[in-house]
């Protein structure tokens, strides 16, 4: 077949159920584009109902904490292995990693040194602009190009001597209208009793570490500000984890699982006490003021001092990082009490300077994260672009 006729065989790797979703946005938005294209790859539920079939599932491949990575070890080298045989098998016109840099980047690297020729895209930057700065320089060996969802990331890998890096917007910008409240759901965050979502966080260390202290702090909080209706969103798996540790709450909040009713609270809700994470940024964009709060083990923490210090960073609260100032109060390690929470979070549920600022400054967020289309076209479209200036280069070295 003519390659000027023939689709572009493009493979995609995901490793955990945030990439899965955006590799099954960018198949979609690649499938629809003008260019032809023949999709494989290795993600979850989402990317199989976009017609993609991983020859394995990836649930067992996500690293969560350092004390995790000696148990899974010999699994993710395994799975590591396999996924570079089948993309090398495979010789696709183009590679896309997305997120999970732990798994995904070992993938890259090998695939580079096996098959030099194949364009490989990364899709969504490592946070190198919060600890170990020198992997943007060493993704230069690797990494074609970095499809950025942080409107600030082109900038860090051009100072770091990064890949060329490309912003292509976040994916909450195609999630808007469950973000965003309506006429009804504006009217709700205005009546008492406000609704206050608690998110202690989506893995088990993470709601281990701080549901007690949240629950003192709500707690607190209704003491000093009267009746307020609680609502904790958590996911299916962590759920009955969730009700069992929520049982000793003075207040007991309305535990949601389903994604439905957790954007519904997201719009109706007058404030939020949340653990750091992209949830403080999805917040934003909802519009709801939030406290941020986090705690780690002793090990991870003495490990997080010398990288922040390593990076000076002025806060690890993204809606922070991407507005450009210090919007969302955050209270880290020995800082994250009740009595540090309630008293940052009370202000934020009446007409008070602390919330109309964090207002005005959510109000910004549009304009900060804008693109000229949706995210995942954008993706697609660079990644194309990619891949045909990759193959154009090829081609005039061969003739």
Excluded at 150 to 178: M, N
Excluded at 233 to 245: G, I, K, W, Y
Aim: aromatic residues 4%; hydrophobic residues 50%; glycine residues 6%.
């Amino acid at each position: 077949m003519n390659d000027a006729l023939r689709p572009l065989a493009i493979y995609l790797v995901a490793a955990e159920e945030s990439g899965d979703a955006l590799g099954a946005a960018l198949a979609a938005a690649l499938t629809k584009g003008a260019e032809p294209v023949k999709l494989a790859g290795i993600g979850g539920s989402a990317m199989a109902a976009a017609g993609i079939a991983s020859p394995f599932p990836i649930n067992t491949l996500s690293i969560i904490g350092v004390s995790a990575i000696p148990r899974r070890l010999p699994t993710i080298l395994r799975r590591i292995r396999e996924s570079v045989d089948s993309i090398v098998a495979a010789q696709p016109d183009g590679l896309v990693i997305i997120d999970s840099p732990d798994f995904t980047h070992r993938v890259a690297r090998r695939v580079r040194a096996r098959a030099p020729s194949i364009p490989i895209v990364d899709y969504v930057s490592p946070s190198v602009w919060a600890w170990r700065s020198g992997r943007a320089r060493a993704m230069r060996d690797y990494v074609d190009c970095v499809l950025a969802i942080l409107p600030f990331e082109p900038e860090v890998h051009a100072r770091l001597g990064g890949p060329p890096c490309v912003y292509v917007g976040h994916p909450l910008i195609e999630r808007l209208s469950q973000l965003r409240p309506n006429a009804d759901e504006a009217q709700r965050r205005r009546t008492d009793p406000p609704v206050v979502l608690v998110l202690p966080g989506s893995r088990t260390g993470e709601i281990r570490r701080l549901i007690e202290i949240f629950g003192a702090t709500v707690a607190e909080v209704a003491a000093r500000y009267g009746p307020i209706e609680l609502v904790l969103p958590t996911v299916p798996h962590l759920a009955m984890d969730v009700r069992a540790a929520v049982v000793s709450w003075p207040i007991k909040p309305r535990i949601v699982v389903e994604p439905a009713e957790k954007w519904s609270a997201f719009r109706t809700a007058r404030a939020a006490l949340a653990a750091s994470g992209t949830v403080t940024l999805e917040l934003a964009v909802a519009g709801v003021p939030t406290v941020a709060a986090y705690r780690i083990t002793l090990v991870e923490e003495l490990i997080a001092r010398v990288l922040r210090m390593r990076a000076r960073l002025p806060t690890i609260i993204l809606a922070n990082l991407v507005i450009g100032e210090l919007v969302v109060p955050e209270f880290l390690q020995w800082d994250c009490t009740p009595q540090n929470l309630a008293d940052a979070l009370v202000p934020l549920l009446s007409d008070t300077p602390e919330r109309a600022r964090q207002i005005e400054a959510f109000a910004r967020l549009d304009s900060i994260m804008a693109v000229d289309t949706t995210p995942s076209a954008k993706a697609a479209a660079t990644v194309i672009d990619v891949i045909r200036r990759r193959s154009n280069r090829t081609a005039a070295l061969k003739s």
